[in-house]
């Protein structure tokens, strides 16, 4: 079975410094591993996936993601927060065999202080 | 291109009446999802069609819920008769299954709040 663990419920950083969204994964076969984000009263907009290519991969407004199969994770990162990145973060995983339903994680929620 | 399309944005609704949330999944798509969000449980999956077909409906709570795909653009929710513990928002997302890895693009969600 897969699961998906998100460090952290809450993260706050400042403008302008770095962001680490934390997650951890756990499957059985080589995973698909994604990134979403939701915005206030929004619906969830991928951020970026890792689908076995590169192990670091690179998604919309300036954040990436690096898959760690020896540490089974896939931290989000931003080298510089923008206020406008004030939203809940969600890890997903998928397992690559027939069932093609994602498992998330329980979010979380980035706060860029001023 | 138009993205997944879910009505009602926002319902209120009395307890005991009978809720019913539409979804037009991305053209192409043969996939697709209905998710529930709330504070407590956060995001779950209701139910998963492939091709039309209900394929995992293990997630749907209870007899009150129910889910059709009469066609590959089109599906519904219904909640009846629904319960203050059915407010919550309601997702519908669609995805084009393959090997290149499942991206599930959502609706912007139905708030459903039930008095």
């Known amino acids: 079975a897969q699961s998906v663990t998100q460090l952290g419920s809450h993260v706050s950083v400042s403008e302008g410094a770095l962001v680490l969204l934390r997650c951890n994964y756990s499957?059985?076969?080589?995973?698909?591993l994604f990134w979403y984000v939701q915005y206030p009263n929004q619906g969830l907009q991928l951020l970026l996936k890792?689908?076995?290519?590169?192990?670091l991969v690179k998604g919309i407004n300036g954040f990436e993601a690096e898959f760690k199969k020896s540490e089974t994770s896939f931290h989000l990162t931003k080298p510089s927060a923008h206020m406008s990145d004030a939203a809940e973060y969600f890890c997903?995983?998928?397992?690559?065999?027939?069932?093609?339903?994602?498992?998330f994680g329980s979010g979380t929620q980035l706060t860029v202080l001023p | 291109d138009a993205g997944v399309i879910q009505s009602p944005r926002h319902e209120v609704t009395e307890m005991g009446q009978e809720v019913t949330l539409r979804c037009k999944p991305i053209?192409?798509?043969?996939?697709l999802f209905w998710y529930r969000q709330t504070m407590m449980r956060g995001l779950e999956l209701l139910i998963y069609?492939?091709?039309?077909?209900?394929?995992?409906d293990s997630g749907m709570p209870e007899d009150r819920f129910s889910a059709k795909m009469p066609n590959a653009s089109f599906s519904t929710l219904k909640i009846q008769p629904s319960e203050p513990r059915d407010s919550a928002v309601y997702f519908c997302?669609?995805?084009?299954?393959?090997?290149?890895?499942?991206?599930?693009?959502f609706g912007e969600g139905s708030w459903l709040t039930v008095v």
């Open positions: 997302a669609s995805s084009l299954t393959g090997r290149s890895g499942n991206t599930i693009y």
């Open positions: 499957s059985s076969v080589p995973p698909y």
């Open positions: 890792y689908t076995s290519a590169a192990t």
């Open positions: 997903a995983v998928s397992d690559s065999g027939s069932a093609r339903q994602l498992t």
């Open positions: 053209s192409g798509h043969n996939s």
């Open positions: 069609f492939n091709n039309n077909v209900p394929i995992d």
